[in-house]
Structure formats: C-alpha cells, structure tokens
C-alpha cells in the first residue's frame, strides 16, 4: 500500500515484504523491480528539488528508512510496521539470492569497498554468486563514454539483483534513467551500505536505531563528512514534518 507523505508515495511495507517482492521480480519477467528508500535527508532534498521528489515517488517501491519517518506516518494514521532500512535489505536480499541461486552486482562506493562488501557477503551467505562488483570514478554520470562503459558492465554480467551505492541523488537518478539498459531485475538503491558492509562504517547497535538516533551515531563516526548534513542542511526538516503534521490524521 502506498500512502502520500512529505508530498512522496511512500510504501507501507516491511523488510520481509520488501525481500519477499525483490526475489518475484528476480523470478519474472518485464521490467526490474526499483526499489529506493526515503529518509530525513531525501525528504529535505525532495523539497528543495521537486524533480529529485517525482524520481523518489516514480520507485516501485519507496521505504520509510529512518524512524522520523515511521513515526510521522503514524501520526498521519498511516500503519507502517517497522523501519524498512538499506542496510538491513541488503544483507537479507543477499541470503535470500543465496538460497534461491540467484545472483548480485554491487556498484559504487569508494574503490575497493564493493569488494570488500561482496566478500563479507560472501563470507555469510556461502554459495551466494556475485556477478561483479564496480567502483566507477567520480562524475562518471556526467561523461557519455564512462557512462555507456558502466551500464555495459553491468550489462554484460546481467545480475539478478544490482545494489547502487552512489548516494543520493546520484543513485535515483542514475537507476530511473539507465534501468532498461542495465539488465538487472532488481535495482536497489543503497546510500552507505556498502561502506557498513566492507568494515568502513560501523552500524549503530539496534536501541540506538529504534530511538531514531542512528543520525548521531553516524556523526560521531564521520564528522567531517556529515556534520553540515545533519547540523545545517536537514533542519529544514523541523518545519517539513510541521507542516505535515498540520494536515492531520487521515
């Protein structure tokens, strides 16, 4: 079910449902399944850029990833079970492609951290088949012939299921303009689960997730790189979710 929040077409679902609709598509046919989540940040930068908010909506499926959101939609009278987070749907998409004998491509992230992560994968899930693994350089999306090279390696390893770790809105928008030519099933869009993955970035332990203080224990792990984020840029999240609020309960 879907339900209109922050202006985007977010999915009531849960992780297991998630998982469940990631390994139909990898047994169907037609076109892959997207699959993108939405937190705080995307919810600022949705609103900022109602371009990058019609990409998120346009998903097959959009997650409520982070518990602010979670929350909201059930202020609104929205019945969202859980938080349904990358980082936790990568991992189980991983032991379920494993069970099944289906395969995974890992794209993005710094050099060497998808590799990492498909190792780790790997290492948990035996038997999992990763169809490749790429790291492409910075501004690849903007040059024609880096780009037509990355689509063709993905391409040539036809995976059943592509992870895309660009960050947003790199990642959104590279998946819904390349996702007929990348043929994959299944498309994720991932932010940072890869750097979890790989050892890079440790993951908040889970009462720290259920009281929506992951975004403080990211900080303290990554300052530099997320202070002006989560400290300037999504305070504009305060009057979004206000102004939500206002609309009242369904």
């Given at each position: 079910?879907?339900?209109?929040?922050?202006?985007?077409?977010?999915?009531?679902?849960?992780?297991?449902?998630?998982?469940?609709?990631?390994?139909?598509?990898?047994?169907?046919?037609?076109?892959?399944?997207?699959v993108f989540s939405c937190n705080v940040d995307m919810v600022v930068k949705a609103h900022r850029d109602p371009d990058f908010g019609a990409t998120l909506?346009?998903?097959?499926?959009?997650?409520?990833?982070?518990?602010?959101?979670?929350?909201?939609?059930?202020?609104?009278?929205?019945?969202?079970?859980?938080?349904?987070?990358?980082?936790?749907?990568?991992?189980?998409?991983?032991?379920?492609?494993?069970?099944?004998?289906?395969?995974?491509?890992?794209?993005?992230?710094?050099?060497?951290?998808?590799?990492?992560?498909?190792?780790?994968?790997?290492?948990?899930?035996?038997?999992?088949?990763?169809?490749?693994?790429?790291?492409?350089?910075?501004?690849?999306?903007?040059?024609?012939?880096?780009?037509?090279?990355?689509?063709?390696?993905?391409?040539?390893?036809?995976?059943?299921?592509?992870?895309?770790?660009?960050?947003?809105?790199?990642?959104?928008?590279?998946?819904?303009?390349?996702?007929?030519?990348?043929?994959?099933?299944?498309?994720?869009?991932?932010?940072?689960?890869?750097?979890?993955?790989?050892?890079?970035?440790?993951?908040?332990?889970?009462?720290?997730?259920?009281?929506?203080?992951?975004?403080?224990?990211?900080?303290?792990?990554?300052?530099?790189?997320?202070?002006?984020?989560?400290?300037?840029?999504?305070?504009?999240?305060?009057?979004?979710?206000?102004?939500?609020?206002?609309?009242?309960?369904?």
């Amino acid at each position: 079910m879907k339900v209109d929040l922050f202006g985007l077409r977010v999915d009531v679902i849960t992780t297991e449902q998630t998982v469940e609709r990631v390994m139909q598509a990898c047994a169907g046919e037609g076109d892959p399944l997207v699959v993108f989540s939405c937190n705080v940040d995307m919810v600022v930068k949705a609103h900022r850029d109602p371009d990058f908010g019609a990409t998120l909506s346009s998903a097959d499926i959009l997650t409520a990833d982070g518990m602010p959101i979670v929350w909201m939609g059930r202020l609104r009278g929205h019945p969202f079970p859980e938080r349904v987070a990358g980082s936790e749907l990568v991992p189980r998409i991983a032991a379920a492609c494993a069970r099944a004998g289906r395969s995974v491509f890992l794209f993005g992230a710094a050099p060497g951290v998808a590799d990492a992560a498909a190792r780790r994968l790997q290492a948990d899930n035996p038997g999992l088949r990763v169809a490749g693994t790429l790291s492409p350089p910075m501004g690849f999306d903007r040059d024609p012939l880096l780009l037509e090279e990355a689509v063709e390696a993905v391409r040539r390893a036809s995976p059943d299921v592509l992870f895309v770790a660009l960050g947003a809105p790199r990642q959104e928008r590279f998946i819904q303009a390349q996702k007929a030519r990348l043929g994959a099933k299944a498309i994720l869009g991932i932010g940072g689960s890869l750097d979890m993955l790989a050892g890079r970035v440790r993951r908040a332990p889970r009462f720290v997730q259920r009281i929506g203080a992951e975004w403080l224990w990211r900080l303290a792990q990554e300052p530099r790189r997320l202070a002006r984020r989560y400290l300037v840029e999504d305070l504009a999240f305060f009057p979004i979710a206000w102004a939500e609020l206002r609309k009242g309960r369904r």
